[in-house]
């Protein structure tokens, strides 16, 4: 029983505001179960105003998402600005945020549909980034100012990403004859696929509690989608 009212005093103390007694930081929380419970939570809360909000799990059960998206100006046919929260396999989490296009239900991926999201995340390359967006926090609610880049937030652009926006990686075969993918070829921008182009940041757990992560991705969707070009 004492270790159940530890926890509860865990669960409790992660959802209050920073300013009220009692309030924990997320890295009380090393029972992977607790965080499962913390981030359907945040989900659910940020639900109220973000409806495409979730709680995730990978595969492996080891790594806990919060993800909300914001639909981007003029393609609601699968554009999404994307702000999504990975925590469990180091000390902290971790903000990815930037652009994710979807290919429609019953569609292919189409050298459109890759031209459209490469091309927005290059109009918003100077945004997309740790200095920018920490910069951006400081003025307009610096109790956000939970991030930190242990390394850099973006990758050094690697071989002809011009000819897997034309072709995509199926038709885009390297000339070793390999398959090509991200590791082989990639924008200057994290993500998975030709649709995803983000930023990583690190989020300091020992700073953060509930409340921060809810305004933290709420945040971070604002100040993409006021900066998405006319």
């Given at each position: 029983m004492l270790v159940l009212g530890v926890w509860d005093e865990q669960t409790a103390g992660v959802h209050r505001p920073p300013e009220e007694e009692g309030s924990l930081p997320l890295n009380v929380l090393t029972q992977k179960f607790l965080a499962r419970v913390f981030s359907r939570r945040i989900a659910m809360d940020l639900r109220n105003w973000r409806p495409a909000t979730y709680a995730r799990i990978n595969d492996g059960g080891w790594l806990r998402f919060i993800k909300s998206w914001q639909v981007i100006r003029g393609e609601d046919a699968g554009g999404y600005f994307m702000a999504e929260l990975p925590w469990g396999s180091k000390p902290g989490g971790e903000l990815r945020f930037g652009v994710n296009f979807a290919v429609p239900v019953g569609k292919t991926?189409?050298?459109?549909?890759?031209?459209?999201?490469?091309?927005?995340?290059?109009?918003?390359?100077?945004?997309?980034?740790?200095?920018?967006?920490?910069?951006?926090?400081?003025?307009?609610?610096?109790?956000?100012g939970l991030l930190e880049c242990k390394k850099s937030s973006r990758l050094t652009a690697k071989g002809d990403w011009e000819h897997v926006v034309r072709h995509g990686f199926a038709g885009a075969d390297l000339p070793d004859g390999k398959k090509n993918n991200r590791r082989r070829t990639r924008p200057a921008f994290y993500g998975d696929g030709a649709l995803r182009f983000q930023a990583m940041i690190d989020v300091d757990f020992g700073s953060a509690c509930g409340q921060d992560i809810e305004d933290l991705l709420d945040a971070t969707l604002t100040y993409l989608a006021e900066r998405q070009p006319a």
């Open positions: 991926e189409s050298k459109e549909l890759r031209r459209a999201a490469y091309d927005l995340a290059c109009n918003l390359d100077s945004h997309i980034s740790f200095l920018a967006f920490k910069e951006h926090l400081e003025d307009v609610d610096p109790r956000l």
